[in-house]
Antibody, heavy 124, light 106 residues
């Protein structure tokens, strides 16, 4: 079955760019939407954005100016870049699949498969 | 942004109890509401999508209801493996999550 695995540096300096990759195994990113969600320590979940298999993207308005999500269909991974990071960006970062589940002819978004998450700390 | 208000923020319950968690949205979202279970150090798990549809492999003691702005997740008989934090999430536009409900052992 489809599995996701996040990878990237666990420590990023303030003002630098956080870069993470999500590798998809057991399936293809040539369908569905693929997203990033984060959880700061002691807080709840926050959606960062996603990329549709067509290449179109949608970002959280509060992060939009700093976020870029891209995909490499051939290499079966998609990536997150978050620029100008501060301590507030310290979090566990998850990648997830949103297949758009059909119910009675309507497509409903839901994150049905998640990676295990990777902790990223922003500190000098 | 659509605001999510989840309640309670935490609860204590015993094995076998019936547990109800509510989620209210700041505007109508039809049935674009999902529920997740999250345990420390693990990936969140989708339980319910489209407000009331049970995700494949999820035990039938979990159920969801509601539409518009008011939604409910019910666990009919709490099991030891159900102690976790539960989140609602709207997928109507620009996904947002509730603040979570931590279910603890009484």
């Amino acid at each position: 079955q489809v599995q996701l695995q996040e990878s990237g540096p666990g420590l990023v300096k303030p003002s630098e760019t956080l870069s993470l990759t999500c590798t998809v195994s057991g399936g293809s990113i040539s369908s569905d939407s693929w997203g990033w969600i984060r959880q700061p320590p002691g807080k709840g979940l926050e959606w960062i954005g996603y990329i549709h298999y067509s290449g179109s993207t949608n970002y959280n308005p509060s992060l939009k100016s700093r976020v870029t999500i891209s995909e490499d269909t051939f290499k079966k991974h998609f990536s997150l870049k978050l620029s100008s990071v501060t301590a507030a960006d310290t979090a566990v970062y998850y990648c997830a699949r949103d297949p758009g589940i059909a119910v009675a002819g309507t497509s409903y978004g839901a994150f049905d498969i998640w990676g295990q998450g990777t902790m990223v700390t922003v500190s000098s | 942004d659509i605001q999510m208000t989840q309640s309670p923020s935490s609860l204590s319950a015993s094995v076998g109890d019936r547990v109800t968690i509510t989620c209210r949205t700041s505007q109508s979202i039809s049935s674009y509401l999902n529920w997740y279970q999250h345990k420390p150090g693990k990936a969140p798990k989708l339980l319910i999508y489209a407000a009331s549809s049970l995700q494949s492999g999820v035990p039938s003691r979990f159920s969801g209801s509601g539409s518009g702005t008011d939604f409910t997740l019910t666990i009919s008989s709490l099991q030891p493996e159900d102690f976790a934090t539960y989140y609602c999430q709207q997928s109507y536009i620009n996904p947002t999550f509730g603040q979570g409900t931590k279910v603890e052992i009484k």
